[in-house]
């Protein structure tokens, strides 16, 4: 059974830094490209992050540029958000994602798998 396991929310004071870590289990993704997305207290999944398989490439939101970095270590099998200068707007439940190919991509239709998410809240 294939699981993504996201690590790493926890609560922060705007300005503040997080580190997520997502870990798929049940089989590797080092070919696949990743994604990281978020969803808010009654608004729409949206995308924050992407990455194609070699790390060579990534793609971000607008709204977190510049402060955001994806990265990822094929060797562990995991992939990185760094999350830097967080304000209250980026309080979402983040959801790690993994591609159906090794492209980058930016859509949840081009989501093959979900993980559970995990709760990053930042206080003004």
């Known amino acids: 059974q294939v699981q993504l396991v996201e690590s790493g929310g926890g609560l922060v004071q705007a300005g503040g830094s997080l580190r997520l870590s997502c870990v798929p289990s049940?089989?590797?993704?080092?070919?696949?490209?990743m994604g990281w997305f978020r969803q808010a207290p009654g608004k729409e999944r949206e995308f924050v992050a992407g990455i194609n398989w070699s790390g060579g490439r990534t793609s971000y939101a607008d709204a977190v540029k510049g402060r955001f970095t994806i990265s990822r270590d094929n060797a562990k099998n995991t992939v990185y958000l760094q999350m830097n200068s967080l304000k209250p707007e980026d309080t979402a439940v983040y959801y790690c994602a993994a591609g159906r190919s090794s492209y980058l991509y930016t859509t949840d239709n081009d989501s093959a798998y979900w993980g559970q998410g995990t709760q990053v809240t930042v206080s003004s």
């Open positions: 049940g089989r590797t993704f080092s070919s696949y490209g």
